[in-house]
């Protein structure tokens, strides 16, 4: 079946250095990336998405980058704050109808200021 | 504009009880969904709507009811609770391929369910 994983679990960075979490999944035909944030007693908010179409994708502080070939994307988070401080989860879909999502297992990301 | 709106936020339960989760959205989207999340293991889909009328089953459907006989709304219904059935839910609604400014899942803030 469908499975994402991502890495690491956790991961405890200074204010201002850059953070980077890895996801791997196994369905070469996924062709829909999103990266969703969770705050504590939130639900999951989508901060961005690729689509197999496109190597890479900025939005401010944040970039996506994925390599189908190796079946690997991964979330890049620059000049970390504090109020970056959540879990991040990956996912993967077949970007048609529905889009069924297969979430990665998280990392909690910790800023220290 | 509300978003997504699950009740009730906490629930204790007996095994065995029924109970139901409600969602509501009021951003007539079409698609909605149920997920549970566990610890370590991300989240996963439980039952999915693309419209009113039309449910469908995801990964972990069993123990699960749902229905959608508005757009607007997507009852989860436990009809036997069991302490398997321990987690946080969340229901989560999207526009369609379809529709105009077609974004990402928009998440309400999930109900944490106890079975005993």
């Known amino acids: 079946g469908e499975n994402v994983e991502q890495h690491p679990s956790t991961l405890s960075v200074q204010e201002g250095d850059s953070a980077v979490i890895k996801c791997t999944y196994s369905d070469s035909a996924s062709n829909y990336f999103p990266w969703y944030k969770q705050e504590l007693g939130k639900g999951p908010q989508l901060i961005i998405d690729?689509?197999?179409?496109?190597g890479e994708k900025k939005d401010q502080r944040i970039a996506v980058t994925l390599n189908k070939t190796a079946k690997h994307f991964s979330l890049h988070i620059t000049e970390t704050q504090p109020e970056d401080s959540a879990v991040y989860f990956c996912?993967?879909?077949?970007?048609?109808?529905?889009?069924?999502?297969?979430f990665g297992t998280g990392t909690r990301l910790l800023v220290s200021p | 504009n509300a978003g997504v709106t699950q009740t009730p936020k906490f629930q204790v339960l007996k095994t065995g009880q029924s109970m139901t989760l409600q969602c509501a959205q009021d951003?007539?989207?079409?698609?909605m969904s149920w997920y549970r999340q566990d610890p370590g293991m991300g989240l996963r889909l439980i039952h999915y709507?693309?419209?009113?009328?039309?449910?469908d089953q995801g990964e972990v459907p069993n123990g699960y009811n749902v229905s959608r006989s508005t757009t607007e709304d997507f009852p989860l219904r436990l009809l036997s609770a069991a302490p398997s059935q321990t987690s946080v839910y969340f229901c989560?609604?999207?526009?369609?391929?379809?529709?105009?400014?077609?974004?990402?899942?928009?998440f309400g803030s999930g109900t944490r369910l106890t079975v005993v």
């Open positions: 989560a609604s999207r526009r369609s391929r379809a529709g105009q400014g077609v974004g990402g899942y928009t």
């Open positions: 690729i689509r197999s179409n496109v």
């Open positions: 709507s693309v419209g009113a009328g039309i449910t």
């Open positions: 951003m007539n989207h079409e698609y």
């Open positions: 996912a993967e879909a077949l970007n048609t109808g529905f889009q069924k999502l297969v």
